[in-house]
C-alpha cells in the first residue's frame, strides 16, 4: 500500500521514520480473511476453499513495492494535492484524468480509485473464465487496495505527519492501534452487497478517508500536548532488535479519542471488500464456483508468486541497508 508496515508486531519505528504500510500485515490479513465471510452460499464454499491463500497473499501488493516501481502509487491518493475540493475536480474516469493532469502527474500523487475499477475488470474477468489462479490472485490483491482507501493517510500528502511533526502517526494509526487492540474487535460484518456503480464506490470511500484526515492529526496533536512527554514511548523487544514504540498508554489515550475509528475503518474494509468481491461475480453472470472449488493453484502460479515473493526480499534488504528513511 502506499505506506508499508508489518506483521503481528509490526511496530512503528520511531527512530528511522519508517512510513510504513497501509494496515499492517496483521490488518490486510484479517480483512481479506473476514471478507469471505460475507459472501452468498454461492460463493463462500470457493472462497473458504481457499481462504489460506487468500489471506496469506493479502500482503503482496505491500512485498511488490520493492521490486516494482510501478507498484506504490496504486496504494494511495493525495487528494489535497489537487486543492481544498478535489473531489469535485479530479476526473473520475482515467482516460480524463490523464488528459486533465498527465499520467506522470497521476501516479506521483497516488491513483488508488483509478487501480481498483482496473482490478475489478480483471476479477470480473477471472469468473467469466472460471481460472482459479486468476480469480484468487486478483481477489487477494484487489482486496489489499480496497483495504488502504479506508485508511485516512492514504488520502493526503502529510500521509506520516512529516508536515505537522507528527512523523510516525502512520504506522501508529494503522498498525501499533489494530494490533494492541484489535482482538477486540467485531468484525462481523454482514452479508455482501452489490455495487451498482464500482467507479463512483471506489471514489466515496477515498473521499470518506480524506474526510477524516483532520481528525486523525489534530487529535494526535492535540494529546501530545498533554501528555506526559516521559510517557509516550516505551522499547519493546523485537527479535534480536529493541525498538523504540508508543506506550500502551499513549496509544490507549490516542484509541479513545478516535473514539472507535480505526474499528468502523477495518470493518467497513472487511464490508467492501466481500462486496466487490461479490459485485465481480454477479457482473461475470455468476458462475458455478463450486464445481472448480476443490482445484488448487497451480504449480506456475505457485512458482510465480514465490519468485516475486523472493525478488522482493532481496530488493527489500537492499534498500534496507542502503537508506535510513521510509518512502511511500
Known amino acids: 500500500m502506499k505506506y508499508y508496515k508489518l506483521f503481528f508486531c509490526f511496530i512503528l ?3 528511522t521514520a519508517n512510513s510504513s504500510k497501509g494496515w499492517g500485515f496483521w490488518g490486510h490479513k484479517k480483512i481479506n480473511h473476514m471478507a469471505c465471510f460475507t459472501l452468498p452460499p454461492e460463493m463462500i464454499g470457493f ?69 481498483i475499477t482496473k482490478m475489478m475488470f480483471s476479477l470480473t474477468e477471472a469468473f467469466k473464465a472460471r481460472d482459479v489462479d486468476k480469480i484468487l490472485y486478483y481477489s487477494a490483491n484487489i482486496g489489499h487496495y480496497i483495504a488502504d482507501s479506508h485508511v485516512p493517510l492514504h488520502a493526503t500528502e ?3 505527519g512529516q508536515k505537522t511533526n507528527q512523523v510516525g502517526i ?43 484526515v483532520d481528525s486523525v492529526l489534530s487529535f494526535e496533536k492535540k494529546l501530545g500536548k498533554t501528555f506526559p512527554s516521559d510517557k509516550k514511548f516505551s522499547f519493546e523487544q523485537v527479535g ?22 480505526v474499528e468502523r ?39 510465480s508468486l514465490e519468485e516475486e515473493q523472493k525478488q522482493s526480499k532481496i530488493l527489500k534488504s ?11
Open 13 to 15: 519505528l520511531i527512530t
Open 47 to 115: 472462497y473458504k476453499s481457499h481462504i489460506d491463500f487468500i489471506t496469506e497473499h493479502a500482503v503482496d501488493p505491500d512485498n511488490r513495492r520493492y521490486s516494482s516501481k510501478a507498484e506504490p502509487p496504486r496504494h494511495y491518493l493525495d487528494a489535497d494535492h489537487y486543492g481544498e475540493h478535489p473531489f469535485d475536480s479530479l476526473p473520475k474516469y482515467w482516460k480524463d484524468a490523464v488528459a486533465k493532469y498527465t499520467e506522470d502527474t497521476l501516479n506521483a500523487y497516488g491513483i488508488v480509485p483509478w487501480y
Open 158 to 160: 502529510n500521509y506520516n
Open 170 to 212: 502512520h504506522a501508529f494509526w494503522e498498525s501499533r492501534i489494530p494490533e494492541l487492540y484489535g482482538d477486540d474487535y467485531d468484525f462481523i460484518v454482514g452479508r455482501a452487497q452489490f455495487i451498482s456503480n464500482v467507479q463512483m464506490h471506489a471514489w466515496s470511500i477515498i473521499e470518506e478517508s480524506a474526510s477524516e
Open 240 to 261: 534480536n532488535k529493541t525498538d523504540k514504540v508508543y506506550s500502551e498508554e499513549y496509544s490507549k489515550a490516542y484509541s479513545d479519542m478516535l473514539d472507535g475509528m
Open 265 to 303: 475503518k477495518v470493518r467497513a474494509a472487511i464490508f467492501n471488500v466481500g462486496s466487490f468481491w461479490y459485485t465481480a461475480w454477479v457482473n461475470a453472470g455468476s458462475p458455478d464456483l463450486d464445481s472448480i472449488g476443490k482445484k488448487e493453484v497451480t504449480e506456475e502460479m505457485k512458482k
Open 318 to 328: 537492499r534498500e534496507d541497508e542502503g537508506k535510513g528513511e521510509g518512502q511511500k
